[in-house]
């Protein structure tokens, strides 16, 4: 019974560091998706997200839905994701990103809604 336990944990043990492994040093840009559980909430990655969220908002030009995209910050790279109503809206918002102090790249990942 203690070998099967001790199986088990060594098992499981290293179905964990497997899993890491996997994903630990995946560039941001790879067709892993990103999403708000991979922001890793430190404090200049909240206020990068903040003062884009911010820009963003203070903009009456833009649509509700852009008003509403998905800012995931995570060590300076910044992916944007949600439907808008045009390219511009997608490249305003790009820029609007860009300009934020601490922003190291940009990952436009915005779609553009079909009506």
Known sequence: MKRLAAAMVLVGGLAVV???ACTEGTPADSDVAVTAGDQPNT??????TQAIR???VADKELS???HNVKI????G???????VKSSEEKANIGAKAKQVA???RVDNQ???ASD
């Not at 995931?72 to 060590?75: D, E, K, P």
Request: zero cysteines; glycine letters at 10%; a negative charge.
């Open 18 to 20: 497997g899993i890491s």
């Open 43 to 48: 404090e200049s990655d909240l206020k990068i």
């Open 54 to 56: 911010q820009a963003v």
């Open 64 to 66: 509700v839905n852009a």
């Open 72 to 75: 995931i910050t995570a060590n």
């Open 77 to 83: 790279a910044v992916t944007l994701r949600g439907p």
């Open 102 to 104: 601490g922003v190291t």
């Open 110 to 112: 915005i779609e553009i």
